[in-house]
């Protein structure tokens, strides 16, 4: 990774894409410690360490904005909430369908929806917070607060989570990689030093070994997986063009075992946090109330908690894996290029042993995800570790995952550069 980044630092283009990236994120980070305005900002630092486990989850993926009640409390979390329902209604309505078979045009009309529901959900969101902010526990962070106050900070609110939104899509326009992954995994290192002042504050040098170790081990499991694939043997026949005769060979496709990356966990997190914030937030810190037993019934780290989110994450990779590989399609395009599978007839059989062999490896990567997700809040309280690293597992999933994707990009870049310096030269 330091060696691609070296590299690519020596060719202009991609310097100022990657300078580009970083501004954005800067500009971002900074967004996450300009405080909301009409705050007791005494107030706002006495009541930051006192959250439940809810508000440390939401917190983390707001790298601190939350804890800080700054303009960007509410994060990407509306974006990719809007974004997992507009992809599920692609696939249940036949307008949106045909609006994703049009290309450009209607990928266009789609991200367009999707930034009008992230605004509905910002919203939505931005009141839900200012009513906590108001009755629950913290109360005197609007003390005194004036109608006009609250209007003010819900039009903040909002207005944050669109600014990142629009942060984000000009990373992946402009810079380099996905922005919105790069924002969420920006606000998860942003939190590493306060967790690890955690743990030394807490003076167990066994305990820190032994998530030295884990981390280690974690990261070298996720790498193998996201790098593992399945390659199905290809074989094109000869066949003649014109007059001209091509000449067979064969080669493979490769199947990867965890087809979907980091996605069925960013999907996963963000579906479970909003009913969980949502309702922790509407009643206003009430757990005596329905909402708020429900918020409490779905606390991160509860059985409940763990098992929707270990299932949901066997579903969005299913789901996002079906997405991005079509059977059917690529049985075709191999018929009519005159490519085959050795034992397998073109066409249906194909697709049906694709689909197959999809089905078995993507499972295994389901899995996966899914233990590497819920394992650690199994983990973390036999060890007694403080909330601030109650995550580790889907936080380091989201790092390496979005850390490989983009290495993956900018060495693709470096690779089309260096095939154009080379053919220039000739």
Same mark, same amino acid.
């Given at each position: 990774?330091?060696?691609?980044?070296a590299n690519a630092w020596k060719v202009p283009e991609l310097r100022a894409k990657l300078m580009f990236t970083a501004a954005m994120i800067a500009l971002y980070r900074l967004g996450a410690f300009v405080p909301l305005p009409g705050i007791d900002r005494q107030a706002a630092l006495g009541a930051a360490d006192s959250g439940n486990a809810i508000t440390s989850l939401f917190g983390v993926f707001t790298g601190g904005a939350f804890n800080n009640f700054a303009i960007f409390s509410l994060g990407i979390m509306p974006y990719i909430t809007a974004a997992i329902?507009?992809?599920?209604?692609?696939?249940?309505?036949?307008?949106?369908?045909?609006?994703?078979?049009? $290309?450009?045009?209607?990928?266009?009309?789609?991200?367009?929806?999707?930034?009008?529901?992230?605004?509905?959900?910002?919203?939505?969101?931005?009141?839900?917070?200012?009513?906590?902010?108001?009755?629950?526990?913290?109360?005197?962070?609007?003390?005194?607060?004036?109608?006009?106050?609250?209007?003010?900070?819900?039009?903040?609110?909002?207005?944050?989570?669109?600014?990142?939104?629009?942060?984000?899509?000009?990373?992946?326009?402009?810079?380099?990689?996905?922005?919105?992954?790069?924002?969420?995994?920006?606000?998860?290192?942003?939190?590493?030093?306060?967790?690890?002042?955690?743990?030394?504050?807490?003076?167990?040098?066994?305990?820190?070994?032994?998530?030295?170790?884990?981390?280690?081990?974690?990261?070298?499991?996720?790498?193998?997986?996201?790098?593992?694939?399945?390659?199905?043997?290809?074989?094109?026949?000869?066949?003649?063009?014109?007059?001209?005769?091509?000449?067979?060979?064969?080669?493979?496709?490769?199947?990867?075992?965890?087809?979907?990356?980091?996605?069925?966990?960013?999907?996963?997190?963000?579906?479970?946090?909003? @009913?969980?914030?949502? $309702?922790?937030?509407?009643?206003?810190?009430?757990?005596?109330?329905?909402?708020?037993?429900?918020?409490?019934?779905?606390?991160? $780290?509860?059985?409940?908690?763990?098992?929707?989110?270990?299932?949901?994450?066997?579903?969005?990779?299913?789901?996002?894996?079906?997405?991005?590989?079509? @059977?059917?399609?690529?049985?075709?395009?191999?018929?009519?290029?005159?490519?085959?599978?050795?034992?397998?007839?073109?066409?249906?059989?194909?697709?049906?042993?694709?689909?197959?062999?999809?089905?078995?490896?993507?499972?295994?990567?389901?899995?996966?995800?899914?233990?590497?997700?819920?394992?650690?809040?199994?983990?973390?309280?036999?060890?007694?570790?403080?909330?601030?690293?109650?995550? $580790?597992?889907?936080?380091?999933?989201?790092?390496?995952?979005?850390?490989?994707?983009?290495?993956?990009?900018?060495?693709?870049?470096?690779?089309?550069?260096?095939?154009?310096?080379?053919?220039?030269?000739?």
């Amino acid at each position: 990774m330091v060696g691609a980044l070296a590299n690519a630092w020596k060719v202009p283009e991609l310097r100022a894409k990657l300078m580009f990236t970083a501004a954005m994120i800067a500009l971002y980070r900074l967004g996450a410690f300009v405080p909301l305005p009409g705050i007791d900002r005494q107030a706002a630092l006495g009541a930051a360490d006192s959250g439940n486990a809810i508000t440390s989850l939401f917190g983390v993926f707001t790298g601190g904005a939350f804890n800080n009640f700054a303009i960007f409390s509410l994060g990407i979390m509306p974006y990719i909430t809007a974004a997992i329902v507009m992809q599920l209604m692609t696939v249940a309505i036949p307008r949106l369908q045909e609006l994703a078979k049009e $290309g450009e045009t209607g990928q266009a009309k789609i991200t367009q929806y999707t930034r009008y529901f992230t605004l509905i959900l910002a919203l939505v969101q931005s009141v839900a917070l200012v009513l906590y902010f108001r009755t629950g526990s913290l109360g005197p962070v609007f003390a005194g607060a004036s109608p006009i106050d609250f209007f003010v900070v819900v039009l903040t609110l909002t207005t944050g989570v669109m600014l990142t939104m629009w942060l984000g899509e000009l990373i992946t326009q402009r810079g380099l990689g996905n922005g919105i992954s790069l924002i969420i995994t920006a606000s998860i290192i942003s939190q590493v030093p306060r967790a690890l002042r955690a743990l030394y504050e807490q003076g167990n040098v066994l305990v820190i070994i032994v998530l030295a170790l884990l981390a280690v081990l974690i990261v070298a499991a996720i790498v193998f997986v996201n790098e593992g694939q399945r390659r199905i043997p290809i074989t094109y026949a000869k066949r003649q063009v014109g007059r001209r005769m091509s000449q067979g060979g064969t080669t493979y496709l490769p199947l990867k075992v965890n087809m979907a990356g980091v996605i069925p966990i960013i999907f996963a997190s963000s579906l479970l946090i909003f @009913p969980s914030i949502l $309702g922790t937030f509407a009643s206003g810190g009430n757990q005596d109330s329905i909402l708020g037993r429900i918020s409490l019934f779905f606390e991160p $780290g509860n059985a409940p908690y763990l098992f929707l989110y270990a299932l949901l994450i066997l579903m969005f990779t299913y789901f996002y894996t079906a997405v991005q590989f079509n @059977p059917i399609e690529h049985a075709d395009n191999l018929k009519k290029q005159g490519g085959y599978i050795p034992g397998i007839r073109p066409g249906q059989p194909t697709a049906v042993y694709l689909n197959n062999v999809l089905t078995r490896i993507t499972l295994f990567g389901a899995v996966f995800l899914a233990t590497v997700a819920v394992l650690p809040y199994l983990i973390t309280p036999l060890m007694g570790l403080p909330d601030s690293i109650f995550i $580790g597992g889907t936080s380091m999933l989201i790092v390496v995952g979005v850390s490989l994707d983009t290495v993956r990009q900018l060495e693709s870049q470096l690779m089309m550069r260096n095939y154009e310096g080379f053919l220039k030269k000739r």
